[in-house]
């Protein structure tokens, strides 16, 4: 299995390529949307690059929840994500850190969570067999 090194190499190098961005603004902590400038069609490619890349299949929605994810009124109320919202995320999402979003769940925030080190996590658990 890889190493959680290799997987960041591959995971910057991938970024690279799909953002044109450069090696050194790719960090473990990096937003894809803030520091990456990233969009929401850029996911996609993402995706598609990360499958290539690494072997694997990754289902639409799986690494970065779908739009609606959040649709149902219980989840969203007012532009903030309610408590049953994080607890929804957190089955959706568990590569991704929902602490540091729970403190601050306002819908425009959501971004913030996808970081590099969330894709890292993600791969790390779907290689070994967990996704």
Sequence with gaps: MATTDEIFA??????????GVDEDEVTPEASLVGDL????????DISFRLEKNFAIKIPRGELFPERDA???K??????VVTPEGIAELRKR?????????????KVENMSDLFTVKMIVKFLEKKLAGGG
């Design 10 to 19: 591959k995971v910057k190098e991938t970024l690279v390529d799909a953002l």
């Design 37 to 44: 400038g990233a969009e929401s069609i850029d996911f996609l």
């Design 70 to 72: 959040l649709a149902d």
């Design 74 to 79: 219980s989840l969203v109320q007012d532009g």
């Design 93 to 105: 999402m568990p590569h991704a850190d929902l602490d540091h979003f729970a403190a601050d769940p």
